[in-house]
Structures are given as structure tokens and as C-alpha cells.
């Protein structure tokens, strides 16, 4: 009889079928009846395949042992609850250090030379009527990185050879890093051109970017989100994008994803992206190796891969 698992999130095709070979897997976000599907399997479920676990279904699951997260932001999983109940958790850092950084630059171009817009100005045949308007770029400016954790590195690297200068603000200091510390994030944000926001969510960094970090950055300034939604005061910044006092903003990420603040659609200063960071055939395949491969070694009684908690 295969270890039973539950999954409690649609996961990619390769990923399910990984885990149907090794696991008999139960699909909470299918299930016609959760609460009885849960309280069948409470007796014996050791561990869980995705996120949004709370401690209440953490407290419905007592023989829970291990989660193992898609994705390297587990800040839907309640992981203070975790360890005082003794469940692991794991996530999926690392292989998607690359692509997170690659769209990054991406987005800070097309919003720096509003690519997006430049593609409608050719398709509308307004280019047969005049020029497009010059925009910005991005070299001889400075970057400010919330967030200098293996990706924020792979983005201040990448943006090195867009020759920005980098600067950073984390939770301390990093002596091995060659890139100039704030330890203040708003005064940061008022002496560089561009802010990348890469930090984790949850409670800690819940709109850390609030009225003080924005109007600190300027009408001069732009804002990237590759992080969480949560890191900034949104309608502060829908406002502030709105009445001109932030330059402009390129988007990954929101409060209430997949819902979209409607006030951004009208703006012409916002590139929108729907949260596709990691979203590449290459990455994502690499993510669900790895929440297979930590089930797998649990079940094994190895150590795991990736260990949060
Ligand atoms: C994506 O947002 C992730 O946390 O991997």
C-alpha cells in the first residue's frame, strides 16, 4: 500500500503524475465534501503536497508530519504552527533563481522603455503618423533591492550588467556582499532611481513599502514587485501611480491576486504581470522535482532537501 499524501492545490501535470507513481494522493481542492475527506484520512495523513495550510487544518491532521510547498514564498502556510506541532515544512528554493531574475530585467525594460505600449503605437498604425515618444534607460541609475536573498543576488547581478549601481536593504547586513547596506528602507528609497522589491511575505514584511518608503522614492522613482503583494500598502500606491508622485511601477504581484486593482488598467505608467516569476517550462518542472523529491525523502526517513522549518 503507496504512503498517502494530500494535495491540497492543483500542481503541474508532471508534478501530479510524479507524485500519483509514488503516493496514493488525495485532492483536497477537488473534493466534493473537504471536511469529511479531511477527517477520513486524520487518523493516518503524514504528509501534504502544496500550500494554504493553516494550523486549524494542521490541528484536523494530528499524524501530519511534513508540508511540502510549491514554491519558494511559503507565507501560506502557517509556519509558526508548524513547529510548535513538530510538521516540517519544505519549499522550492534555488531553481528559480534564473528565471525570477531574467523577467525581473525583463519588466524593469518594458517599463523603462514601455515596451508593451510601443507594440499597441505599432499595431494601431500610429507609427505611420509620427515617432514614438523617447522614454528612460536603465544604465548610470541606481537600483535599490529589498530583499538580497538568493534571488535579489541573481537580480543586482544581472542589473550590474545593465550597469545600474546596486544598493540593498534586508533584515542586517551582509559583509560579504560588494553592494552599499541601508539599514533604513526609506532612506534607501529616496537615493535610488529604481526600487526591486524581492523580500518574502507574511506578517513580518506586511506593506514594509507603505506612504513614507513611496513618497521617499518620488515622482522620479520606479517600483518593481517580484515579491508578494503584501510588502506594499497597494491602494497607496494605486494613488500615488495615479496623481503622477510615483514615476511608475512594474507589477508581479498583488494583494488579492488574481484580482487586479481596476485602477491600474487605465495607467499608462504600470506594466501588469500576472504573477509568472518562476512561470517557465524549465523552472517550474524543476519545482515540482523538488516538492516530489522531499516527500519522497520523508517517507525515507532521509533528510530533507529543503527544510524551512
Ligand atoms: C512564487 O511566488 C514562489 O514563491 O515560488
Given at each position: ?59 484536523k ?25 513538530g ?22 525594460i ?74 533604513n528602507l526609506?532612506?534607501m ?46 491602494p ?16 508581479d ?48 526517513g ?8
Amino acid at each position: 500500500m503507496a504512503d498517502e499524501i494530500l494535495q491540497t492545490h492543483k500542481l503541474l501535470d508532471r508534478c501530479e503524475k510524479a507524485l500519483a507513481e509514488r503516493f496514493t494522493v488525495h485532492k483536497l481542492h477537488e473534493a466534493a465534501d473537504k471536511d469529511a475527506l479531511i477527517a477520513e484520512l486524520a487518523p493516518r495523513l503524514r504528509a501534504i503536497a502544496g500550500g494554504n495550510v493553516n494550523a486549524g487544518l494542521m490541528d484536523k491532521l494530528p499524524k501530519l508530519e511534513m508540508i511540502a510547498n510549491f514554491g519558494v514564498g511559503y507565507d501560506s502556510i502557517d509556519t509558526k504552527a508548524a513547529k510548535t506541532r513538530g510538521i516540517r515544512v519544505t519549499n522550492t528554493p534555488n531553481v528559480l533563481n534564473d528565471a525570477m531574475a531574467e523577467i525581473t530585467v525583463g519588466l524593469m525594460i518594458a517599463l523603462a522603455r514601455k515596451i508593451p505600449q510601443s507594440d499597441r503605437f505599432v499595431r494601431d498604425g500610429k507609427w505611420l503618423k509620427g515617432s514614438y515618444p523617447l522614454q528612460v534607460e536603465l544604465n548610470a541609475k541606481t537600483v535599490g533591492i529589498l530583499g538580497l536573498g538568493r534571488i535579489g543576488k541573481e537580480i543586482a547581478v544581472r542589473l550590474q550588467a545593465m550597469k545600474m549601481r546596486v544598493v540593498y536593504h534586508g533584515r542586517s547586513r551582509q559583509p560579504d556582499e560588494p553592494y552599499i547596506y541601508y539599514d533604513n528602507l526609506a532612506d534607501m528609497a529616496r537615493d535610488v532611481d529604481w526600487l526591486v522589491l524581492i523580500a518574502p511575505g507574511g506578517k513580518a514584511t506586511e506593506k514594509i513599502v507603505n506612504r513614507q518608503v513611496l513618497e521617499a522614492l518620488g515622482p522620479e522613482g520606479y517600483l518593481v514587485n517580484m515579491g508578494r503583494g503584501t510588502l506594499v500598502d497597494e491602494p497607496v500606491l494605486v494613488e500615488m501611480l495615479q496623481q503622477g508622485k510615483i514615476g511608475g511601477a512594474a507589477l508581479d504581484v498583488f494583494e488579492n491576486e488574481p484580482t487586479v486593482p481596476e485602477a491600474l488598467f487605465g495607467l499608462d505608467n504600470v506594466v501588469l504581470s500576472p504573477h509568472q516569476g518562476s512561470a517557465t517550462h524549465q523552472t517550474r518542472n524543476k519545482m515540482g522535482d523538488l516538492v516530489v523529491a522531499n516527500l519522497v525523502a520523508h517517507f525515507a526517513g532521509e533528510p530533507l532537501i529543503s527544510a524551512v522549518v
